[in-house]
T-cell receptor, first 114, second 114 residues
Framework: GAGVSQSPSNKVTEKGKDVELRCDPI?????LYWYRQRLGQGLEFLIYFQGNSAPDKSGLPSDRFSAERTGESVSTLTIQRTQQEDSAVYLC????????????FGPGTRLLVL | AQSVTQLGSHVSVSEGALVLLRCNYSSSVPPYLFWYVQYPNQGLQLLLKYTSAATLVKGINGFEAEFKKSETSFHLTKPSAHMSDAAEYFCAVSDLQGAQKLVFGQGTRLTINP
C-alpha cells in the first residue's frame, strides 16, 4: 500500500512569511508524528497526534509553530512568521498505536527560509 | 529524560569489511530501541528494532544489533559491508508510555571504500 506522503517536497520562503506543510499518513494509522531535522543533526520531535485525544505539543519550539489533524487523516504543520533558523527538513511519521510499533516516515519537506 | 549518543559522526570502512556503528542510550527503564537508515534525499527506513524480546535483533540488509542492558548499548553491525550500505544511520529510543516519540542520536554517516 501507499506510504506516508508529504507536500510540498521543497519550499523556499522569505523571512516573515507563513508556511503550511502537509502530511498524509498511512491509511489506518492512528498515530501521527512531526519531527524536524536540521542540517547535520538528528531528528527533533515536534508534535504527536493520537486519534481524537489532545495532541502532545511538548516539542514545538515556539508559539509560531502549530499543527492540526483531521480525525485520523491528513495533518498540517503551520509555521508563522518564519525565521532563518526554521530552515530544516520536516518529517512526518505514522504508526499503529501499539507499544513499540514502528513509525513509518515520509520523504520530508525541505524548507529554506531566506 | 531519555537520550541517545552515537559515537562517531563519520565512519569509513572498506567494501567487505565489518561495519560497527555505536549507540549508547540513557533511560531509567528498558526502552524500545531502533535503528533507522536514511539514504540521500529520502526519508528514514527502519533497519531493526528491540522491543524487550530477544536481545540480538536481526534486521534488513544483513544488519543486526545487540541490546546490552549492562552497557546501555545497542550497537549496529554487519559482517561484510556493501557499497549500497553507504548512508546515514540513526539510533533512536522510544518512550514506553504516552506519545512513544522517538529520541534520536545525531546520526553516523557511513562511507564504503571500494
Amino acid at each position: 500500500g501507499a506510504g506516508v506522503s508529504q507536500s510540498p517536497s521543497n519550499k523556499v520562503t522569505e523571512k516573515g512569511k507563513d508556511v503550511e506543510l502537509r502530511c498524509d499518513p498511512i491509511s489506518g494509522h492512528t498515530a501521527l508524528y512531526w519531527y524536524r531535522q536540521r542540517l547535520g543533526q538528528g531528528l527533533e520531535f515536534l508534535i504527536y497526534f493520537q486519534g481524537n485525544s489532545a495532541p502532545d505539543k511538548s516539542g514545538l519550539p515556539s508559539d509560531r509553530f502549530s499543527a492540526e489533524r483531521t480525525g485520523e487523516s491528513v495533518s498540517t504543520l503551520t509555521i508563522q512568521r518564519t525565521q532563518q533558523e526554521d530552515s530544516a527538513v520536516y518529517l512526518c511519521a505514522s504508526s499503529q498505536r501499539r507499544d513499540g510499533e514502528t513509525q513509518y516516515f515520509g520523504p520530508g519537506t525541505r524548507l529554506l527560509v531566506l | 529524560a531519555q537520550s541517545v549518543t552515537q559515537l562517531g559522526s563519520h565512519v569509513s570502512v572498506s567494501e567487505g569489511a565489518l561495519v560497527l556503528l555505536r549507540c549508547n542510550y540513557s533511560s531509567s527503564v528498558p526502552p524500545y530501541l531502533f535503528w533507522y537508515v536514511q539514504y540521500p534525499n529520502q526519508g528514514l527506513q527502519l533497519l531493526l528494532k528491540y522491543t524487550s524480546a530477544a536481545t540480538l535483533v536481526k534486521g534488513i540488509n544483513g544488519f543486526e544489533a545487540e541490546f546490552k542492558k549492562s552497557e546501555t548499548s545497542f550497537h549496529l553491525t554487519k559482517p561484510s559491508a556493501h557499497m549500497s550500505d553507504a548512508a546515514e544511520y540513526f539510533c533512536a529510543v522510544s518512550d514506553l508510555q504516552g506519545a512513544q516519540k522517538l529520541v534520536f542520536g545525531q546520526g553516523t554517516r557511513l562511507t564504503i571504500n571500494p
